[in-house]
């Protein structure tokens, strides 16, 4: 069974991604059909409402209407952007996730406004999150224009001490700029990409997740398959070391990605069960009981 942790569609067909014009969102049948391909039981729907990074903002009554539809493919996330309600920290936010949490909402995300991580309209943001007791999926940005995702800085000491203020708000932590953070060698330079070769001591990543259960690894993207592939033996360690805060997911957005993010990791979890580097029971942890649990899904 496959639950992907991460992923996103629309009702209808948008003005397409500014980098190609085959670059079109998903339908939901689309979709469905990328699924059933890969052999995904159901998946996160992420709306996206920010708009640093799409050409059509999105709106939560969207992936709800698509959720209503097929209730046994998908999984609603709601998303709410930190300026929202006059664009100031005092913002009741509250009452706003409550009433999408009534609608069936899972989780807020992806969070990608460019704002930075101490921000007081962000740092409200994940305050109210908190109270709410749902998980919130980010996107990390290296800058502060010409990108899309909150804003920190190499080390990630912004992200570190919101997790320290918010112990009780379950990260879905996400993208190249967390993800590079798996070694310890990250630079200026290699932070926002996706890093090759061994991995060192001393990564951000392993040390926030070991200091805080609740940050867990959204696998999803190039950015999850490349911080376990780039270093086989590592990547072995790391999914044993963190069985139970890692999720499957794909960060599928277009038709084209069949040939790549649908199943770059599904190949990577599969041939490491098959070859004995990780156990039945890591492999169903990561790629279903983790997100079952920490949704609050029936199994």
Not at 62 to 90: L, S
Not at 155 to 167: A, I, K, N
């Amino acid at each position: 069974m496959f639950i992907d942790i991460h992923g996103h569609a629309t009702p209808y067909k948008i003005v397409h991604y500014h980098t190609s014009a085959d670059q079109c969102f998903c339908t939901p049948w689309e979709l469905i059909d990328l699924h059933d391909f890969a052999g995904i039981d159901r998946g996160v729907l992420l709306p996206c409402t920010n708009p640093e990074n799409v050409p059509t903002v999105q709106s939560n009554e969207e992936i709800i209407g698509i959720w209503q539809r097929y209730p046994d493919r998908f999984i609603p996330f709601c998303n709410i952007d930190p300026r929202h309600c006059f664009n100031t920290p005092d913002a009741n936010l509250g009452y706003i996730l409550d009433y999408y949490k009534d609608q069936g909402c899972r989780g807020i995300g992806e969070v990608c406004c460019n704002l930075w991580f101490d921000d007081p309209r962000v740092v409200n943001l994940f305050d109210h999150v908190e109270k709410a007791g749902i998980p919130l999926t980010f996107h990390v940005a290296t800058r502060d224009h010409g990108t899309y995702g909150m804003i920190d800085t190499v080390g990630l000491p912004r992200l570190s001490e919101q997790m320290d203020r918010h112990p009780d708000l379950v990260w879905l932590c996400h993208s190249q700029s967390w993800w590079a953070h798996i070694s310890g060698d990250v630079t200026e330079e290699t932070w926002g990409g996706y890093p090759k070769g061994p991995v060192t001591e001393g990564g951000k990543v392993v040390e926030l997740m070991r200091k805080n259960p609740n940050a867990i690894g959204d696998m999803s993207a190039g950015s999850g398959f490349n911080a376990v592939s780039r270093d086989p033996e590592f990547g072995y360690w790391f999914m044993n070391e963190f069985q139970d805060q890692l999720c499957f997911g794909t960060d599928v957005c277009f038709p084209t990605n069949k040939s790549d993010v649908l199943v770059y990791l599904r190949d990577f979890l599969n041939a490491a069960l098959a070859d004995g580097s990780i156990s039945q029971q890591v492999y169903d942890k990561i790629t279903h009981q983790n997100a079952i649990r920490i949704l609050g899904l029936k199994g």
